[in-house]
T-cell receptor
């Protein structure tokens, strides 16, 4: 159990376009989902915390109008990178937290975004 | 959340035990110790967590010192597939909104 999927696994887009990444918890309900970004040879950096049915909470320095997050159900959160630029090229990873127990987080496989 | 300190890299021979240390001297009473690992170009994988007692599961054992200021993750019989970056994180559990703050972790290389 505790499987989290992401789609797509990789995407290449042109500068100025928008890209949507989906994060799904496949076998459990997740009140809270998290979005991280990871640049090469660096650690994961938390971008935002997403709660089902409410607005996301963004970390300092993350532009909420550029990285749109929607958490419409207990199993799905989406991240839309709007007007993407080459510097947005990164590895985007989501995680989902169980709604009970000790609330450990389970991570998706990540999405590799390349903006040309 | 409390900060953690880990060695940047470690080596281990295949089949031997890998012991990964972590210092968390400012840990609070309600913070758990979590371990995750990240194999290259994949999402992190949950390994184990604990509060103050030693814990064991099918992947690893977690030894926490009595004062809780440090811990050791033990992979009893390391394989080549255990080569990864291992992250030690302290976090308040019992809430779904508890953030995980990743440090630089320890790059474990298991060699034949």
């Amino acid at each position: 159990g505790a499987v989290v999927s992401q789609h797509p696994s990789w995407v290449i887009c042109k500068s100025g376009t928008s890209v949507k990444i989906e994060c799904r918890s496949l076998d459990f309900q997740a009140t809270t989902m998290f979005w991280y970004r990871q640049f090469p040879k660096q650690s994961l950096m938390l971008m935002a915390t997403s709660n089902e049915g409410s607005k996301a909470t963004y970390e300092q320095g993350v532009e909420k109008d550029k990285f749109l997050i929607n958490h419409a159900s207990l199993t799905l959160s989406t991240l839309t990178v709007t007007s993407a630029h080459p510097e947005d090229s990164s590895f985007y990873i989501c995680s989902a937290s169980r709604t009970s127990g000790t609330y450990e987080q389970y991570f998706g496989p990540g999405t590799r975004l390349t903006v040309t | 959340d409390a900060k953690t300190t880990q060695p940047p890299s470690m080596d281990c021979a295949e089949g031997r035990a890998a012991n990964l240390p972590c210092n968390h001297s400012t840990i609070s009473g309600n913070e758990y110790v979590y371990w995750y690992r990240q194999i290259h170009s994949q999402g992190p994988q949950y390994i184990i967590h604990g509060l103050k007692n030693n814990e064991t599961n099918e992947m690893a054992s977690l030894i926490i010192t009595e004062d809780r200021k440090s811990s050791t993750l033990i992979l009893p019989h390391a394989t080549l597939r255990d080569t990864a970056v291992y992250y030690c994180i302290v976090r308040v559990a019992g809430t779904s909104y508890g953030k995980l703050t990743f440090g630089q972790g320890t790059i474990l290389t298991v060699h034949p």
